[in-house]
């Protein structure tokens, strides 16, 4: 549940945005809390490590006071979303942006097929960002007014070998994002899709290979740009639109020669 800190009172005339990060405890989420509060939002953020959130949330609070509050959730309890998104946008009074950064992707090996990893990735991945984004969409829809973002991967773009769950995962949330965004952007809602390629973050301590990474602040740094741009589909990176370009229109019989 949320600490006891205040929220600030805004100045006169002044409009105070709310946002929710769900999955703000480390890496993209925890980077993100301070770049939004940076630009003068007040930011609620989600995830199971308690310790680590407050931290996070702590360390925003200290720099702009009241702008960061933290409440432990799991997002596979997906009963407890809709009760819990209301208390969240009760308690920031208000709310003009959700992003649904959890994810995982525990290491799977080329020749293994364990159903607990892929349920688990498809559980956090698709079912939790479906679970709270569902729930944003209810209300900005009703409001006429909002911002959805969805933090994907470049891994959703093509069936590749490394990860088959982890890539239906964040495919099925690139489809599920862009049915929001045909919905919603005739009611004034705007959805938007990242793709990051590779972040220097706790998920990627297990892959050796790494190719044009980032650091969590560049890529939250990217985000919040994206959002004050209203933009549609971002990649992070930039570059990896152009490989993704190339390697969404491989023909298959190409594509699985390739050690992709
Ligand atoms: N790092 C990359 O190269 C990369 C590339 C493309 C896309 N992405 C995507 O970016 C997103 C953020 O990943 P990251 O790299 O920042 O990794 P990370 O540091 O491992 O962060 C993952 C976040 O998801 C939260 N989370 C995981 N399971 C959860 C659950 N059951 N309930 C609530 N929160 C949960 C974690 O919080 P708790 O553990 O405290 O619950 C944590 O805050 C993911 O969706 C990932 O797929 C990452």
């Given at each position: 549940m949320a600490d006891e800190m205040k929220i600030p009172a805004p100045r006169p005339l002044e409009y105070q945005p709310k946002a929710l990060v769900i999955g703000?405890?480390?890496?993209i989420g925890a980077a993100l809390m301070p770049a939004l509060a940076a630009q003068g939002y007040i930011v609620a953020g989600v995830a199971r490590r308690q310790s680590e959130l407050a931290a996070v949330c702590a360390a925003v609070n200290d720099k702009w006071p009241g702008r960061a509050h933290p409440f432990v959730h799991?997002?596979?309890?997906?009963?407890?979303a809709p009760a819990l998104f209301q208390e969240i946008a009760h308690y920031l009074n208000g709310l003009d942006l959700v992003v649904y950064v959890a994810g995982v992707m525990p290491p799977v090996a080329a020749n293994e097929y364990e159903f607990s990893k892929d349920r688990l990735m498809v559980e956090v991945n698709l079912l939790g960002a479906m679970a709270w984004l569902d729930q944003a969409a209810i209300r900005f829809e009703r409001d006429r007014r909002g911002h959805i973002v969805g933090i994907g991967?470049?891994?959703?773009?093509r069936g590749r070998r490394g990860n088959p769950a982890y890539h239906a995962s964040k495919a099925g949330l690139h489809t599920y994002l862009e049915s929001l965004r045909n919905r919603l952007s005739q009611r004034g809602v705007t959805v938007t899709t990242i793709k990051p390629g590779m972040v220097q973050t706790q998920m990627l301590e297990h892959v050796d290979k790494k190719m044009w990474p980032v650091s969590a602040t560049d890529a939250a740094a990217q985000i919040v740009a994206a959002v004050g741009q209203r933009r549609q589909t971002v990649y992070i990176p930039a570059r990896w639109r152009f490989v993704s370009l190339v390697i969404r229109h491989l023909p298959s019989i190409i594509f699985r020669r390739l050690n992709l």
């Amino acid at each position: 549940m949320a600490d006891e800190m205040k929220i600030p009172a805004p100045r006169p005339l002044e409009y105070q945005p709310k946002a929710l990060v769900i999955g703000a405890s480390s890496g993209i989420g925890a980077a993100l809390m301070p770049a939004l509060a940076a630009q003068g939002y007040i930011v609620a953020g989600v995830a199971r490590r308690q310790s680590e959130l407050a931290a996070v949330c702590a360390a925003v609070n200290d720099k702009w006071p009241g702008r960061a509050h933290p409440f432990v959730h799991d997002v596979t309890d997906y009963a407890a979303a809709p009760a819990l998104f209301q208390e969240i946008a009760h308690y920031l009074n208000g709310l003009d942006l959700v992003v649904y950064v959890a994810g995982v992707m525990p290491p799977v090996a080329a020749n293994e097929y364990e159903f607990s990893k892929d349920r688990l990735m498809v559980e956090v991945n698709l079912l939790g960002a479906m679970a709270w984004l569902d729930q944003a969409a209810i209300r900005f829809e009703r409001d006429r007014r909002g911002h959805i973002v969805g933090i994907g991967s470049i891994a959703g773009d093509r069936g590749r070998r490394g990860n088959p769950a982890y890539h239906a995962s964040k495919a099925g949330l690139h489809t599920y994002l862009e049915s929001l965004r045909n919905r919603l952007s005739q009611r004034g809602v705007t959805v938007t899709t990242i793709k990051p390629g590779m972040v220097q973050t706790q998920m990627l301590e297990h892959v050796d290979k790494k190719m044009w990474p980032v650091s969590a602040t560049d890529a939250a740094a990217q985000i919040v740009a994206a959002v004050g741009q209203r933009r549609q589909t971002v990649y992070i990176p930039a570059r990896w639109r152009f490989v993704s370009l190339v390697i969404r229109h491989l023909p298959s019989i190409i594509f699985r020669r390739l050690n992709l």
